[in-house]
């Protein structure tokens, strides 16, 4: 920080850390007083904020170990590229979001910089694979955690770990108008609408495009005027434009956030694929099922190791099944299309007022989440100083 600012090297690996980095960016510009750089990868959230990224985020965006595995050499050359970046760079801290296999290479590639390291989104130590919790201590200074139960977890490992609350409620998810959107796109007011959300990674969107198009086609059974609106991330829009062309009612794709909260407040019911994403359905008060895939490979070797019930947030903070998950062989159409029924009806109802409990543990307050993250940071730097003096 020679010159005065602050030199930040911020990555991101998805399209949910790339907003959360954008968040972040925007917090760190008003604490700093806009005497911050930042250097890294991120979309367009962060890109926003005056982020060129390094190359484009969506070559990160991978899941699943059959999804990964034909990326391999591509991912390798990109871990080396980023850790030489932040060597030369020299920033006065480091922070990784969330995509952990990503951000933990990279640091153990980093050879010059002595920055501290802060890694933003506590990975699911507590729900599997307990022992990584050495790996992240050898590697991170700081870790900043989404969820009021995670940073006992960490400190009794011995590392360093705050909980500064999820990003997802400053998201303005609730503020979408429903009546604008259904009047934008020639939806009659008594016209069923169904949020379908795929997901953000190309393997999610074609693992969940065939369970959910045949869910779609058994409501438009039971609801004539059904209407599907499909919100999506650029990375993968010209992918579900395509997979729900031909499906059995009329679907609106939209990719803005602040349409896609519209078209939220314009649904009646959701089938979510598990993520963040179920979050901002549940924070726009629109009752949802939350459903998800992954190859039959990756399942059979995650299965013995998770350690939870819920894969849910809103259900594992409440520690009942308030959202109904319907995962692996239970995401069928058949079962989405009777979950579906089923919250179209009074259970709906009875999920919107259950969800309101775990929202305010989730981080609402006076202080966003994003504003408490950046402090974290800036305290982190000010110790390392003074430490050095």
Known sequence: ??????????????????????????????????????????????????????????ELSLMGLMEVVPHIPRLLTRIRQTAAAIDSMEPDVVVTIDSPSFAYAVIKRVRRSTAPKVHYVAPTVWAWRPWRVKKIKRHFDMMLALLPFEPPFFEKA?????????????????????????????????????????GSRRGEVTRHAKPFA?????????????RVVTPTVPGVSGLVQGLTADWAA????????????????????????????????????????????????????????????????????????????????????????????????????????????????????????SRRAADAILAVVAERRQAAR
């Open 214 to 226: 045949g869910a779609v086609e058994l409501l438009s059974r039971r609801h004539p005027s059904l």
């Open 1 to 58: 920080m020679t010159d005065g600012f602050l030199r930040v090297f911020i990555v991101a690996g998805e399209p949910s850390g790339d907003q959360i980095g954008g968040k972040l960016m925007a917090a760190l510009r008003e604490a700093t007083e806009d005497r911050v750089r930042f250097a890294g990868v991120g979309g367009e959230a962060m890109e926003a904020q005056g982020l060129g990224s390094l190359f484009p985020m969506e």
């Open 250 to 369: 009329p679907v609106t794709v939209v990719q803005d956030s602040a349409e896609k909260y519209a078209a939220m407040a314009a649904s009646n019911a959701a089938i979510a694929a598990s993520g963040t994403v179920a979050l901002e359905v549940a924070l726009a008060r629109l009752p949802a099922v939350v459903a998800y895939r992954i190859s039959m490979i990756t399942a059979a070797i995650l299965r013995p190791l998770l350690n939870v019930r819920y894969v849910n947030l809103i259900n594992l903070i409440l520690d009942r099944e308030v959202v109904p998950e319907r995962l692996q062989f239970q995401c069928t159409a058949a079962i989405l299309a009777e979950e579906v029924e089923k919250l179209l009806g009074s259970s709906g109802q009875e999920q919107i007022a259950a969800v309101d409990e775990a929202l305010q543990q989730l981080g609402g307050g006076r202080v966003p989440p």
């Open 158 to 198: 011995g590392m360093p770990c705050r909980f500064v609350g999820h990003p997802v409620v400053e998201y303005q998810a609730s503020d979408g108008d429903g009546a604008a959107f259904r009047a934008r796109h020639g939806i009659a007011d008594d016209d069923t609408v169904v949020c379908v959300l795929l």
